[in-house]
């Protein structure tokens, strides 16, 4: 069994489109856990705030084949449309950030939008080279940016 953690993210009506994306996900793996769900401005792009949440899920699929049967899937469903600006607004954007414990998103420690949830979810990473722990550079992201926790649930 194959375990990972995904990193849902939408700006285009963001609580119905990752209550969706939940939802859809939700009947292709298996969900273990949620982050909370974090607002956060948007990130190399004007445009409305995030909705950013991760969560762990365990699946026989590769990674080759969330990316493509999962997220794809998903990201299509629901409309997504990519374009030059990889920053643009979208209705949902699906990631994976870690898989069997390894770290896919190598530039995750630059991104408030992803550690924030995915610290929810491996408080205990630790960054290479100085081995600060995600939690640590999450509570200090938190003192410094304009981000909260979203009130309620986005899942059904």
Do not use: C
């Amino acid at each position: 069994m194959n375990s990972a953690i995904l990193l849902i993210g939408s700006n285009i009506e963001p609580e119905r489109n990752s209550r969706q994306a939940i939802s859809l996900l939700q009947s292709m793996v298996r969900i273990e856990r949620f982050s909370r769900p974090w607002v956060i401005p948007s990130f190399g792009s004007p445009g409305p705030d995030f909705i950013n949440i991760a969560v762990q899920i365990s699946t026989e699929l590769s990674k080759e084949e969330i990316k493509q049967d999962v997220i794809g899937t998903i990201e299509n469903q629901l409309g997504r449309v990519r374009q030059g600006n990889k920053n643009a607004p979208r209705t949902i954007d699906l990631d994976i950030i870690l898989f069997n414990g390894e770290l896919i998103d190598k530039d995750i420690w630059r991104r408030p939008y992803v550690v924030l949830p995915v610290a929810d979810l491996a408080p205990e990473l630790a960054r290479p080279g100085d081995h600060l722990l995600l939690h640590e550079i999450a509570d200090g992201l938190q003192a410094s940016l304009p981000v909260r926790v979203m009130d309620g649930s986005l899942r059904d």
